[in-house]
């Protein structure tokens, strides 16, 4: 199926070959890309072909369940009961241009176990009707995300958090909420390592432990759950959040993530249909990306014996040097998203999240999106650096580095502006 390099190794192999040689190995040259051939995405598993909307949502099921045995794990249900305090309401945030909200979620089971995690909100002060909302994690605290020194300090749940061990307003241009504001959209965040801490052993610290017992001994992937699973959860609970604020639309939400979190977003958004846009920020391997091109990051190296690993299910590693037999590739989860609009985005110095790879699994969702009477994408020739694709499904290719940056914002607010205000 491929060269002799990181996909033909099988799990032994990648286990028994020290990361630093497995990163030397990574492909970067199109050349060395060979053949592949995508399971088909409207072929129900008795062979039954797709052929209008209505047979989708079969298939649709099929697909989450295939997805959710093979890589992200079970669909984790929502609490039994959920409650949501008011921490904090600023009426002046943004130089006077917002109302600021801090919220904290508390989720509840009838065996007495509870959790809860932080939000801040920026909701625009120049509409007359409740605005559309941008929804999404963010890495290194709400206080991270924005210059406004009374946000509260979040990520708290990151073992060995000293309260500066992330700057204020240190991702402020990733969110960019000010912007978000003058375009008249509201824009909610929370922390993911509040909701699961990014690492092996800290199970027993995320929402997981609302639904099942001995995650404190536990280290490394589990059978069932994955840790963007988890972190899916929350968003679905931002969600709940949001259709009780009448301050905002909450039937015009768009879910948006980068990187790990754009992975989780777009899982998110299959699995939550009230998330009425899915944005994929960089989001790579097992994101947006065909996990079968060998470039970039490959399965050898995000499913490997290293922490990421529990970002999956335990049995997504055993497809290493077995691709052919995968069920399944991105596009499947890209296709989820159908009829909603779609946006991905790639970066042209973040090769390691294969750009083309992103690209041709926006290019492969078009039958799904066709039964609806969309073109999807409606191209298979890839934008040139600087330029984008802007339909329904939506493809753009920033000059720069891994981020999300104000350039980003502004084709998805401009896409928003068109499919969801619109």
């Keep these: 199926m491929s060269n002799p390099d990181l996909l033909s190794l099988t799990k032994a192999q990648v286990f028994a070959t020290p990361k630093k040689e497995r990163l030397a190995m990574t492909n970067y040259d199109e050349a060395k890309v060979s053949p592949y051939t995508l399971p088909e995405l409207l072929r129900m598993t008795d062979g039954r072909m797709v052929t209008d909307k209505e047979m989708w949502q079969e298939r649709r099921k099929e697909i989450l369940d295939i997805l959710q045995k093979n890589i992200y794990g079970k669909i984790i249900p929502a609490p039994d009961h959920l409650h949501f305090e008011l921490l904090s ?7 006077n241009t917002a109302i600021r909200k801090e919220i904290r ?4 089971m009838e065996n007495g176990r509870s959790f809860h995690f932080d939000l ?7 509409t007359s009707t409740p605005p559309p909302v941008f929804a999404g994690l963010n890495f290194q605290g709400n206080h991270a995300c924005t210059n406004e020194e009374d946000v509260r300090i979040t990520a708290v749940r990151r073992p060995g958090h000293p309260e500066n061990q ?7 241009d990733r969110w960019d909420f000010a912007e978000c504001v003058r375009r008249g959209y509201a824009s909610i965040t929370a922390n993911y390592h509040d909701i699961m801490p990014d690492m092996p052993n800290r199970w027993d610290k995320g929402a997981l432990n609302l639904f099942k017992e001995g995650l404190s001994l536990h280290y490394g992937p589990l059978e069932e759950y994955s840790a963007i699973g988890v972190w899916a959860w929350g968003l679905s609970r931002i969600a709940d959040y949001l259709e009780q604020d009448k301050e905002v639309n909450a039937d015009k939400i768009i879910l948006h993530g980068h990187s790990r979190l754009g992975k989780t977003s777009l899982w998110a958004g299959g699995i939550d249909e009230r998330f009425k846009m899915v944005i994929s920020n960089d989001s790579g391997c097992c994101g947006a990306a065909l996990t079968r091109r060998n470039f970039g990051e490959t399965i050898a190296t995000i499913a490997g014996p290293e922490n990421p690993s529990y970002w ?3 049995g997504f590693a055993e497809f290493m040097g077995r691709l052919d037999e995968m069920p399944f590739d991105q596009h499947f989860l890209l296709a989820l998203a159908a009829p909603r609009p779609l946006a991905v985005a790639s970066a042209t110095l973040d090769q390691w999240a294969d750009p083309r790879g992103e690209f041709l699994s926006c290019v492969s969702v078009a039958p799904v999106y066709n039964l609806f009477g969309f073109a999807g994408l409606g191209t298979g020739e890839m934008p040139a650096p600087g330029k984008g694709i802007y339909n329904i499904v939506s493809y753009h290719i920033r000059e720069g580095k891994h981020d999300q940056t104000p350039l980003d914002w502004e084709v998805y607010m401009d896409l928003a502006d068109k499919y969801i205000k619109g």
Excluded: H, S
Aim: hydrophobic share 45%.
């Design 105 to 108: 979620i508390w989720a509840g």
């Design 89 to 95: 309401r600023k009426e002046d945030a943004l130089n």
């Design 312 to 314: 999956f299910v335990k």
């Design 166 to 172: 992330f700057a204020r307003g240190n991702q402020n």
């Design 120 to 126: 801040l909100m920026y909701i625009p002060k120049n």
